[in-house]
């Protein structure tokens, strides 16, 4: 329970970057190690190891609770010491892994050597060590599963970090005294005596010990780099979620305690059974391969959603990972059976076989992250570690006159595997399936590049219309992180173009997450801007952002005012000294694995402490990925630290919240309007439907008072309990209570017109001119976000566009076409154009310009092709009308529709009842389509 604490507090010190996880784990290694080490070179001197056993889990006791509470405080107190070296990361790291070996140097040695004490305790009573071995093992690791899956899905959401410490302490203060209990009954009696000067010389030769140890060694590495390897294979079918890593975390600690067991019992039945440690090696290595080999029949049925249910996590991570763990637990306690017979004492040996197994599995973890993902990948580092498998087997062999025949037969299993190795596998299936689950049958897309990276596997989607790049989707394992196209763009830089519309002279930015770059591209387009820093855990990410901007000139890491840092966000916000106007973020959702520290009440006040005075802050809240609860539990958290704090459109269930540091205002006409009078952003304005500055204005949901009154009772996201945020699968019907209430546009325009928020920021003549394009907003919210009542006449809305606004893109969205198609479209060759379905977006882009005539020269070149004949000849009917051409649109009626009108008919003769479209037609523009062909 205290490593996972740990782990979790260490996250809010020193921050959730590869680099900092990877240092946490190492120093918390090296501690077991030297628990290990320590016991190893016991030499007879624990004369009473079960008092110092309830010692050692006092001390786990005491340091576990204290560091939970010191290590979150750290962060801010070494700040100081940290900022000149934030971008030298060998310097920063080395501090780091100093200061988190020593703050878990006491408590990691005490757990370290806790194991070789129970060994010796137990092995006094009784005298097959093996069998004591495995069941400490076993119970040892049990232990260990039921406190990983206590703390994720019980303790911390029920009681918190703090609490969950306390419960974790008392059972190590409970357990302590029970076993001082026991030890102070226990006697050093003449027969034990007796035993230690029996067993205080080594049996045989040191190179014997040392294959043993090896092999220990070896077995360690590969295991946990298998839980690396394992991992990042499965989160391509997996969410990346905190319980999700637990859930798998426990099927390999299960297989351990299980292998444990089993090894113990199998001991006690036939003690021959010790001498099977390198048919076991070579097993690992077969079930290494088999498991990988058969796993494309075992995801098959997971393949067209994301997994995220527990029993779909159980169902594809058992088969691959429980069958190696449960052989690795059987692996263990044989080597330590066969150590014990050329080693000192029990202790000693339990001690040298942990020392061993943990540095092992410390750089195995190390190793596949940092080297064998990164480089070989997937598939093939688990070829290699199959490989290592047989070769601690034939380790194992080396010496031995009398090998058993099992071992003949697993090591032939094992050259087979080797042999049949599915090597392509990954390519052929599994890389592709998170990309194909976000291209539907009717789309067309293709993978640009695949990248292992040290975080996560990478894979950068390419979205086709008629052959030709449409946008770009970054997927990270699972995970369709970010997408170019155009409605990602419109909230994505409206946490840009908000911010500097109010605010009177910025100059220096942060962003924190860069996606796939569109934020980051507002801020470059934003001349007025004079230091950019970009902030991003992955340095893959950055690098593989050119499938977006192929072109270097236009790249917005090449602008020379951008300086990048690798680094996690709130650990950078802890140690720089900087301060800035407009701190602007998109992390991944809160629900995704160590995020959720960037969406806490502390984060926010850090983010608050680094504004100037004036400064602003614009941040994502995804709809998409919470439910009501923990949308109320972020909102409060924010809302405690900005007080002015305000919600707003983004797209669909992308919202923004919006805070400043005492802002002053209001700013002027010309400086609000800044953004529409430069060409470069104006442009992109446009295509993201903000035509107009008076369109910023209703996007606004509420302010203070209103997000106040709607989170009353709600208690926050803090760090103490991260588990207040929960993922969207629960129950829908408060988060539809939610939406309904932000999409209901005349509530949002009487709290805009009340709100003191924006009487004080926004220019009064702009305020009131918003009021009128509110409704225009209400159009985009009943149809764009899927909010439109049954049977709403889409050309209703259209038409009421194009003749009571100026507006050209919203009435282009809700035909179908965007700036996506359109940029296609503009750069096509005349051969090009001649295609259908080029036509027909053409002649929306036209008709949205209220250019009918046009539009019905293109629409009707559309008509050649059947799929588009329907919508084609319909915008071509509406265009004809609205030039003026009424009569020629009743005699195209009645001369193309007739035939159709007449097999639509029911089987009584009856006529069908019209369409929206044409019922509208009808009402509006005096075209029935029954009376058009006559009887």
């Not at 099977?276 to 995801?299: D, H, Q, R, W």
């Not at 030709?468 to 992180?481: D, F, G, H, V, W």
């Not at 995704?592 to 614009?618: A, K, P, W």
């Not at 994502?620 to 109320?632: E, G, N, Q, T």
Request: hydrophobic letters at 45%; proline letters at 5%.
């Amino acid at each position: 329970m205290f490593e996972t604490l740990w782990f979790r507090q260490a996250g809010l010190a020193f921050g959730n970057s590869i680099w900092a996880s990877s240092l946490v784990l190492s120093g918390f290694m090296a501690g077991l190690a030297l628990g290990n080490g320590l016991a190893a070179r016991e030499r007879g001197r624990f004369k009473n190891p079960i008092r110092l056993y309830a010692i050692a889990e006092l001390v786990i006791g005491v340091t576990g609770v204290s560091l939970v509470y010191l290590l979150p405080k750290l962060g801010v107190l070494l700040g100081p010491l940290f900022s000149s070296v934030i971008d030298q990361p060998w310097v920063l790291n080395v501090l780091r892994l100093l200061i988190v070996f020593l703050l878990l140097l006491i408590p990691s040695t005490a757990m370290g050597i806790t194991l070789p004490l129970l060994t010796k305790a137990l092995s006094e009573h009784d005298p097959i060590f093996g069998r004591v071995l495995g069941r400490l093992y076993g119970w040892n690791t049990l232990g260990a599963l039921i406190g990983v899956l206590l703390t994720e899905f019980v303790l911390v959401e029920a009681a918190g970090v703090h609490a969950t410490a306390w419960f974790a302490g008392v059972l190590n203060f409970g357990v302590a005294a029970i076993a001082w209990k026991i030890g102070r009954n226990i006697e050093n009696t003449e027969n034990q005596a007796k035993l230690k000067t029996e067993t205080s010389e080594p049996i045989e030769q040191t190179s014997t010990v040392l294959r043993f140890l090896s092999a220990a060694f070896l077995s360690g590495f590969c295991l946990l780099a298998l839980e690396i390897i394992w991992f990042r294979f499965l989160m391509l079918f997996i969410s990346g979620l905190s319980a999700s890593f637990s859930l798998m975390l426990a099927i390999i600690l299960a297989g351990i305690a299980f292998g444990g067991f089993t090894a113990s019992g199998l001991l006690k039945k036939k003690p021959a059974f010790a001498q099977e440690g390198a048919s076991m090696a070579f097993l690992l290595s077969v079930f290494c391969i088999l498991t990988y080999a058969i796993f494309p029949n075992i995801v098959k049925p997971y393949t067209q959603a994301v997994i995220s249910k527990a029993s779909g996590i159980f169902n594809v991570g058992f088969p691959l990972m429980f069958p190696v763990s449960f052989l690795s637990g059987i692996f263990f306690t044989l080597i330590g059976t066969a150590l014990r017979g050329h080693l000192q004492s029990e202790t000693a040996t339990t001690g040298a076989l942990t020392l061993a197994n943990t540095i092992g599995a410390a750089l195995g973890a190390f190793s596949a992250g940092f080297f064998f993902l990164p480089t070989l990948g997937i598939e093939r580092a688990l070829f290699l570690i199959a490989a290592l498998y047989g070769i601690i087997g034939l380790l194992l062999m080396i010496g031995r006159s009398n090998v058993p025949r099992t071992t003949y037969v697993s090591a032939g299993l094992f050259g087979v595997g080797i042999m049949i190795f599915p090597i392509g596998d990954m390519e052929k299936h599994h890389i592709l399936v998170p990309s194909q689950r976000l291209v539907s049958p009717k789309e067309v897309g293709k993978i640009t590049e695949v990248r292992e990276g040290l975080i996560e596997t990478i894979t950068y989607l390419e979205q086709q219309w008629q052959k030709k790049p449409l946008a770009y989707r970054l997927i990270t394992n699972s995970y369709s992180m970010s997408s170019s196209d155009f409605r990602s763009r419109r909230y994505m830089k409206l946490f840009v173009y908000l911010p500097l519309a109010v605010h009177p002279d910025p100059k220096d930015a942060l962003l924190i997450s860069y996606g796939v770059g569109s934020t980051a591209k507002a801020l470059t387009d934003s001349k007025g801007l004079r230091q950019i820093d970009v902030v991003d855990i992955s340095r893959d990410i950055l690098e593989m952002n050119h499938n977006v901007y192929p072109d270097p000139l236009t790249h917005p890491l090449n602008d020379p005012r951008v300086k990048v840092h690798i680094e996690d966000g709130r650990y950078f916000l802890q140690t720089t000294e900087q301060h800035y106007d407009l701190i602007t973020a998109e992390p991944p959702p809160p629900e995704i694995s160590g995020v959720v520290n960037l969406y806490t009440r502390e984060y926010f006040q850090l983010l608050y402490d680094r504004l100037n005075e004036g400064g602003m802050v614009s941040y994502w809240l995804p709809l998409h990925a919470l439910d009501a609860m923990s949308i109320k539990a972020i909102l409060r958290a924010f809302c405690d630290v900005f007080k002015d704090c305000s919600l707003w459109h983004g797209q669909w269930l992308d919202l923004m919240v919006f805070g400043t540091r005492n802002a002053k205002g209001p700013v002027s006409d010309a400086t609000f309007m800044k953004q529409w009078q430069d060409p470069v952003v104006s442009k992109e304005l446009t295509d993201l439907g903000l035509e107009r500055p008076e369109q910023l204005g209703p996007l606004f949901i509420g302010d203070a008072d209103y997000l106040n009154q709607i989170t009353q009772g709600a208690p926050p996201l803090v760090d103490n309990f991260p588990k207040r945020v929960h993922g969207s699968s629960g129950p829908r019907m408060g988060l539809v209570k939610l939406i309904d209430q932000w999409m209901d546009i005349t509530a949002a325009q009487k709290r805009f017109i009340q709100s003191p928020f924006i009487k004080g920021l926004w220019p009064e003549r702009l305020r009131q001119d918003s009021l009128a394009y509110f409704s225009f907003q209400d159009i985009l919210n009943r149809n764009w976000f899927g909010f439109a009542a049954g049977g709403t006449q889409v050309i209703a809305d259209i038409d009421r566009l194009l003749t009571g606004s100026s507006l050209n893109t919203m009435p282009l969205w809700l035909m179908g076409s965007n700036a996506d198609y359109q940029r296609i479209l503009s750069a096509a060759s005349a051969e090009e154009l001649k295609d259908p379905m080029m036509q027909i977006h053409l002649g929306m882009k036209q008709l949205s310009n209220r250019d009918y005539n046009d539009a019905i020269a293109s629409f009707t070149r559309a008509e050649a092709d059947s799929k588009l004949q329907g919508d084609a000849f319909n915008y071509k009917v509406y265009a004809l009308t609205s030039a003026g051409r009424t009569q020629e649109a009743r005699k195209l009626v009645a001369k193309e529709m007739t035939q159709f009108l007449k097999n639509q008919k029911g089987k009584s003769g009856e006529r069908p009842p019209l369409s929206p479209f044409w019922s509208w037609m009808k009402e509006n523009r005096g075209i029935d389509p029954f009376a058009e062909m006559g009887d």
